[in-house]
């Protein structure tokens, strides 16, 4: 049982560059979350999908988009990416509110 | 804007004591609480969560809820040195539908053997 699988784990992008983080999850959990976390900062929200099919913005959505694939999957995309965009990607997914999260391993993103 | 409140730490207890870890939220419409632990280079994993007022214990681990107060705790009996992590409390509404998890910035506790 894997839970929650995040790729890649780590990426170094040049100013520019766009990329695609991926996020599936096997335990049929209905939403999905992806936050950053910078040394300091604690988790930030940039996105969420409370059910297949919604995406709500978060705390943190700019240059940020995001795809709802199916409800296993829930990809993070920079258009464009910043060196304000290095850090730590966590995805996770839950049942439901108020249940807890499960959280993938993380992405290490570098950006130069 | 809603608000969770950690002392950063680092908090440091000896082995064998309790380690006593506390957080503050600012939104009294919040109903679950958690906690998790999070390892350097790791990432967070759930230790327990609570949604009634009063205690709340699972092996050398016990949450306290105050929604009063605002106020969540969790205690560490026994602390041993595999406990140095950092600990994250997150809060959400429950009655609010699918609304995401709040964190803190979390507490470092350093178990001194």
């Known amino acids: 049982n894997a839970g929650v699988t995040q790729t890649p784990k780590f990426q170094v992008l040049k100013t520019g560059q766009s990329m695609t983080l991926q996020c599936a999850q096997d335990m049929n959990h209905n939403s999905m979350y992806w936050y950053r976390q910078d040394p300091g900062m604690g988790l930030r929200l940039i996105y969420y999908?409370?059910?297949?099919?919604?995406?709500d913005k978060g705390e943190v959505p700019n240059g940020y988009n995001v795809s709802r694939l199916n409800k296993r999957e829930f990809s993070l995309r920079l258009e464009s990416a910043a060196p304000s965009q290095t850090s730590v990607y966590f995805c996770a997914s839950s049942e439901s509110s108020p249940y807890g999260y499960t959280f993938g391993s993380g992405t290490r993103l570098t950006v130069v | 804007q809603k608000e969770v409140e950690q002392n950063s730490g680092p908090l440091s207890v000896p082995e064998g004591a309790i380690a006593s870890l506390n957080c503050t939220y600012s939104d009294r419409g919040s109903q679950s609480f958690f906690w998790y632990r999070q390892y350097s280079g790791k990432s967070p994993e759930l230790i327990m969560f609570i949604y009634s007022n009063g205690d709340k214990e699972d092996g050398r681990f016990t949450a306290q809820l105050n929604k009063a107060s605002q106020y969540v705790s969790l205690l560490i009996r026994d602390s041993q040195p595999s406990d140095s992590a950092t600990y994250l409390c997150?809060?959400?509404?429950?009655?609010?539908?699918?609304?995401?998890?709040?964190f803190g910035k979390g507490t470092r506790l350093s178990v001194i053997a």
């Open positions: 997150a809060v959400n509404e429950m009655d609010s539908g699918n609304t995401p998890l709040v």
């Open positions: 999908s409370a059910s297949e099919g919604t995406t």
